[in-house]
């Protein structure tokens, strides 16, 4: 396979001084005479992971594959938890998760399956329920949580003595549990391999917890223990976070203690299944069937002997969004072996493949600029995720992509760099996104855990595909994207209305009978009357896109066409409008318009930073106003 930009030679590389730095990107997937100089062997080594993860920071540090759909980490009980860590060591942890976002608003996301191991010395009253259970870190010398994290890594020691480490696959995460040797002196140990546990052998004791997701919204949850292996399964329904639906999710939780008895599963010593009265011990099954919108908390808890040489559990957990075995089979498939080191080193691999497509050379001094640069490429590799195979709708062997949080977020700046970087990626996440416009009508927009989520402004997957389009027509077929396929996603979203245009699509009839989107326009299928000035205009900002690939295909019909309609974004310049009392630095803006024509007046400051009346311009169905701008004021409304 052959990719590369559609002019000039692939090898042919984008410079752009950075503060008196330079950035040289070089092309992924060259053929094998262009020779491909990476300078860095680690460049994960420059990863801070920790960037953002204070003060509603709502970054990810912890374990993940590039895109992967599993990312493995702390949880905190932060109130800005939702990409579930907190670095502000005042915050306890209430287990470590194997589903979050990077750097998303709504309600906390996913944060499914709270894992915790627990100093407890009774395993009837060892405390269970979320808020019972919850534990500080240890702090380092200078006060920070002692916490450490790099690319497919992270690890905490918590302030029971217990070392939390996890690595990930794409679908499967593993953790390590290293319990603390006993206070005081004590006799060594025996290792003897015909008694390897006797009455004084370390046992581990961990929670399962299959209900507290970030938000708390689990219905109806199962959990199932086998006594025999300790495999745990269960699965529960949960509320997505920037949007109406529910979604339900499914874990396989088996055990390994490493050095006993080689690959033989390890029978828990105790375990049972708990709700919110505690655990019952040797229960096998827990249900709890809700009403309503009803919320129930459910887990299971087991102890397991441990190797007093190793004094070690590792966990691992498979994930699925189609059914329990479906979760096993990922985990059996992803991780046969337990094999902690092996996995991790596997993930940094599959990062500094990813991140070793830009090299950069600078000048001296100027150290932090790399850690930043590889930083922030890491981050930019976390969504939208690969949950291939795991789409609950509709099967397809084509690539299924979610965590599209939002398209209206991302289609300026993350899909050009990936044009510039990855276009393998880019060209895996279209052919994604062009499914589910086929099965479901319309491109993606702000796609969360399988369920469709607010729009923010237009139809913001048509910017997207064109920008592929436009950088790799010639590669299109080489990609695996249809030329087709991608123009007939477009149209869908120019041309047809869905039945609920506040999820996807566009509001497109009024669009192409008004050429505007009339503020006092009432109709069925959305928030009437909202954000109707930034609709319009993305709207207008899709067209033109469109245009630019119907030009490319030599549909010159279309591409004059949808040029027009890209002019529209005019018919909302107000050029007389001032400020309201009398004229200011201000003259002219976009308004909102009328069916009958006329503008409804919106002083020209408004969601500035000088706006006097402060408006939020937030998403919100009753802001009327017209725009949509996100000022960032508060970190509430931060997507
Ligand atoms: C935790 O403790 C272990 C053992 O003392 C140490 O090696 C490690 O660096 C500590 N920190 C983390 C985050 O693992
Ligand atoms: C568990 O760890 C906490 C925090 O260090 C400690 O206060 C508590 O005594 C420990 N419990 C047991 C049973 O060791
Ligand atoms: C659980 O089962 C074990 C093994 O049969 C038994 O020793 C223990 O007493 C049981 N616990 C309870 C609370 O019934
Ligand atoms: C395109 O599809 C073919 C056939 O399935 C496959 O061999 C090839 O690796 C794919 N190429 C890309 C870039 O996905
Ligand atoms: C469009 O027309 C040009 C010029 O005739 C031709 O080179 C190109 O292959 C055509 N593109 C498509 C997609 O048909």
Redesign the pocket.
């Known amino acids: 396979m052959h990719a590369g930009p559609p002019h000039g030679h692939p090898s042919s590389l984008l410079r752009a001084s950075l503060i008196a730095m330079l950035l040289v990107l070089m092309w992924l997937g060259l053929s094998q005479d262009d020779a491909c100089v990476v300078a860095q062997p680690d460049p994960a080594q420059y990863v801070n992971m920790f960037i953002g993860t204070t003060n509603d920071g709502h970054v990810f540090p912890g374990a993940t594959r590039p895109h992967g759909m599993v990312k493995v980490g702390m949880d905190t009980d932060s109130p800005g938890n939702h990409a579930g860590y907190d670095a502000d060591p005042v915050y306890r942890v209430m287990g470590f998760s194997q589903l979050h976002d990077d750097g998303t608003g709504g309600g906390v996301p996913l944060s499914n399956f709270k894992i915790l191991p627990s100093?407890?010395?009774s395993f009837t009253e060892c405390p269970t329920s979320l808020y019972a259970r919850k534990?500080l870190r240890a702090l380092l010398p200078n006060g920070s949580p002692d916490d450490a994290a790099s690319p497919g890594y992270f690890a905490s020691n918590l302030?029971?003595?217990i070392r939390v480490e996890m690595t990930a696959t794409r679908r499967t995460s593993l953790q390590r549990h290293t319990f603390p040797a006993p206070a005081g002196p004590s006799s060594p140990p025996s290792a003897s391999p015909s008694s390897p546990y006797s009455h004084d052998i370390p046992h581990g004791i961990v929670n399962v917890d299959i209900s507290n997701d970030g938000q708390i919204s689990s219905q109806s949850p199962s959990v199932y223990i086998n006594p025999h292996t300790g495999r745990v399964t269960g699965g529960s329904s949960f509320q997505a976070s920037f949007g109406p639906g529910r979604y339900k999710v499914y874990a396989c939780v088996d055990f390994h203690v490493p050095g006993a008895r080689g690959a033989v599963p390890v029978a828990p010593s105790q375990y049972g299944a708990w709700s919110d009265t505690g655990v019952v011990e040797n229960t096998t099954v827990g249900t709890q069937v809700t009403q309503g919108n009803a919320y129930a908390s459910l887990g299971a808890l087991l102890s397991f002997p441990l190797d007093p040489r190793t004094r070690t559990l590792l966990v691992r957990t498979g994930v699925s969004f189609i059914s329990t075995e479906q979760a096993c089979s990922n985990a059996e498939e992803e991780i046969p072996t337990f094999d902690f080191e092996g996995v991790q080193r596997a993930a940094r691999a599959e990062w500094n493949e990813v991140l070793g497509t830009v090299d950069m050379e600078m000048a001296e001094g100027l150290e932090d600029t790399r850690v930043l640069m590889y930083s922030s490429l890491y981050r930019s590799h976390i969504s939208p995720a690969d949950y291939s195979g795991e789409n609950p709708s509709w099967s397809s062997p084509e690539p299924y992509y979610d965590s599209f949080y939002c398209n209206w977020d991302t289609y300026r700046t993350l899909y050009p760099l990936y044009s510039l970087h990855d276009p393998e990626r880019y060209a895996h996440i279209v052919r994604g996104m062009i499914n589910i416009q086929q099965h479901e009508g319309w491109l993606p927009e702000c796609r969360g855990a399988t369920q469709m989520q607010f729009i923010q402004g237009g139809s913001s997957g048509d910017p997207i595909l064109a920008e592929f389009y436009v950088k790799f027509a010639k590669f299109s077929e080489g990609l695996n994207v249809s030329a087709l396929a991608l123009y007939n996603a477009l149209l869908a979203d120019a041309e047809a209305t869905p039945s609920n245009w506040d999820l996807q699509g566009r509001e497109a009839d009024a669009w192409k009978k008004y050429n505007f989107i009339p503020w006092d326009l009432w109709e069925l299928g959305g928030s009437n009357g909202a954000r109707t000035v930034s609709r319009a205009l993305e709207y207008a900002y899709g067209d033109f896109t469109i245009a630019q690939v119907a030009q490319l295909l030599n549909k010159s019909d279309d591409a004059a066409k949808y040029a027009q309609r890209a002019e529209n974004f005019l018919t909302l310049w107000d050029p007389t409008v001032d400020m309201p009392d009398g004229p200011g630095s201000v003259k002219g803006m976009f308004q909102p318009r009328l069916l009958d024509g006329t503008y409804r007046y919106v002083d020209p400051r408004h969601c500035s930073p000088n706006d006097p009346t402060h408006s939020t311009c937030y998403l919100d169905p009753n802001a009327l106003d017209g725009f949509y701008e996100e000022l960032h004021r508060s970190s509430r409304f931060h997507h």
């Open positions: 100093n407890c010395s534990v302030s029971t003595g």
